[in-house]
């Protein structure tokens, strides 16, 4: 792959601004322009005091975890690292049908790009040093590099089966969740270089994770068989394996079954969310026990999890269907509240939709989704709570990123900061 010369630049910057949390309090961005920003996390000034709550013991080489409150203070309004601040401020979706990425300029809500990826590109996933993203070209197996500083692309990476990309909490290894083949392949996030390191689970429909508290395991879901894997992904060893509730399975859907879709993590660690497609709503699963707690019905094809910029409310997006391909369903945004696991917001697209997955502007003032049925680009205002704008793009938009975004470090899917 040619890089340029932001991407051959060593990449230390993120694991510096890890380390400097560690004398830094929990702040919140200024006045920060759409883009920009004040500098990396650790200096932003102003924000919530340090938390008095005892320190979280993280798995080694983890950065570490500034308020074991809120697992998502560093990802706050504009708390951009030093190594994303000058990033061009973009939007980048992946349009599955048509084998592209669509570039959007997010302070105009117009294309200003589009480039060939690979076959079935699925999301944008930012690296763990945040110097690189890569569009998942999940049928071409490969990867398509893209350089954040300029919004170019770069020669394709060849891996087999990239459903989903991850990353672990040390950032030493780059996870390939390759759906197809029930397996979690461990690499080096730089070279993707495939190996023998591979989990093999019995987890049909293998597609999305997020880690606990401290970094030590991984919560994946089974979209095939209504069920989540936890996995101790230092010793690689299965933990145990979950079967979600099907008390709310609808009928008519495309399985007789729950469907889990995107899992988030509680800003305390307490708590999994695991949005279900076929449920119509969000399991709610004790991390330490690894049993369900509740569930609440949220909305029809209940499927990504995004937390808000002051990790206080869970925004959760209802696709429309509980089958594929169904465009201008009844889809839109429940928001819940974290501390109190109840609905407090209900917010239906305007004439229907399709909303995949996607992630905030730096500012957290808007929210932007893959429409993935009805090919276009949905913009949420967090503010008005209105549906402002949808943006025509390729076929099939689905997990796309904006960028930047706050935080020392990404775990991988559409934007998952810490």
Same mark, same amino acid.
């Given at each position: 792959m040619q890089l340029s010369p932001r991407l051959r630049r060593a990449r230390v910057a993120a694991v510096v601004v890890g380390a400097s949390v560690l004398a830094a309090s929990c702040g919140g961005g200024g006045d920060v322009q759409a883009g920009g920003g004040d500098g990396d996390a650790a200096g932003a000034e102003g924000g919530a005091p340090v938390s008095t709550a005892a320190p979280i013991d993280v798995v080694p080489g983890m950065p570490p975890v500034v308020d074991p409150t809120n697992l998502y203070s560093e990802t706050g309004p504009n708390m951009l690292a030093d190594t994303v601040k000058d990033d061009a401020f973009r939007v980048y979706v992946p349009n599955e049908r048509s084998g592209t990425v669509t570039v959007i300029d997010p302070t105009t809500y117009e294309v200003i790009d589009t480039y060939a990826t690979g076959a079935i590109p699925q999301h944008v996933v930012p690296a763990w040093d945040l110097e690189t993203l890569y569009a998942l070209n999940n049928s071409g197996n490969s990867l398509t590099p893209i350089d954040p500083a300029t919004g170019e692309d770069g020669k394709n990476i060849p891996i087999e089966d990239p459903y989903n990309l991850y990353f672990t909490p040390d950032g030493q290894h780059a996870i390939i969740v390759q759906e197809a083949l029930e397996r979690l392949m461990f690499v080096d996030p730089h070279t993707?270089?495939?190996?023998?390191?591979?989990?093999?689970?019995?987890?049909?429909?293998?597609?999305?994770?997020?880690?606990?508290?401290?970094?030590?395991?991984?919560?994946a879901t089974c979209e095939f068989e209504g069920a989540a894997v936890k996995v101790d992904w230092v010793n690689r060893t299965v933990l145990d394996k979950l079967v979600l509730d099907d008390a709310n399975v609808v009928e008519g859907g495309y399985q007789n079954l729950?469907? %889990?879709?995107?899992? *988030?993590?509680?800003?305390?660690?307490?708590?999994?969310?695991?949005?279900?497609?076929?449920?119509? &709503?969000?399991?709610?699963?004790?991390?330490?026990?690894?049993?369900?707690?509740?569930?609440?019905?949220?909305?029809?094809?209940?499927?990504?999890?995004?937390?808000? *910029?002051?990790?206080?409310?869970?925004?959760?997006?209802?696709?429309?269907?509980?089958?594929?391909?169904?465009?201008?369903?009844?889809?839109?945004?429940?928001?819940?509240?974290?501390?109190?696991?109840?609905?407090?917001?209900?917010?239906?697209?305007?004439?229907?939709?399709? %909303?995949?997955?996607?992630?905030?502007?730096?500012?957290?003032?808007?929210?932007?989704?893959?429409?993935?049925?009805?090919?276009?680009?949905?913009?949420?205002?967090?503010?008005?709570?209105?549906?402002?704008?949808?943006?025509?793009? &390729? *076929?099939?938009?689905?997990?796309?990123?904006?960028?930047?975004?706050?935080?020392?470090?990404s775990l991988g899917h559409t934007g998952n900061m810490r």
């Open positions: 993707f270089e495939e190996t023998d390191d591979v989990m093999q689970l019995e987890c049909a429909g293998l597609n999305h994770i997020d880690f606990s508290i401290d970094g030590k395991y991984l919560v729950p469907m %889990p879709q995107d899992v *988030r993590v509680s800003p305390d660690g307490s708590t999994f969310y695991f949005a279900d497609m076929i449920s119509d &709503g969000v399991h709610i699963v004790d991390a330490a026990t690894f049993t369900e707690k509740a569930f609440l019905k949220t909305g029809r094809g209940a499927h990504g999890l995004y937390p808000s *910029r002051d990790g206080k409310q869970l925004y959760v997006i209802n696709r429309g269907a509980n089958t594929f391909d169904v465009p201008s369903g009844p889809g839109g945004i429940t928001i819940i509240d974290f501390a109190t696991n109840e609905i407090v917001e209900q917010h239906p697209i305007p004439g229907g939709g399709s %909303p995949d997955m996607g992630n905030f502007t730096p500012d957290g003032g808007e929210l932007w989704l893959g429409g993935r049925y009805d090919h276009v680009v949905y913009v949420f205002d967090t503010q008005t709570k209105e549906f402002t704008h949808q943006i025509e793009v &390729g *076929r099939g938009p689905h997990g796309l990123t904006v960028w930047p975004q706050p935080g020392r470090y």
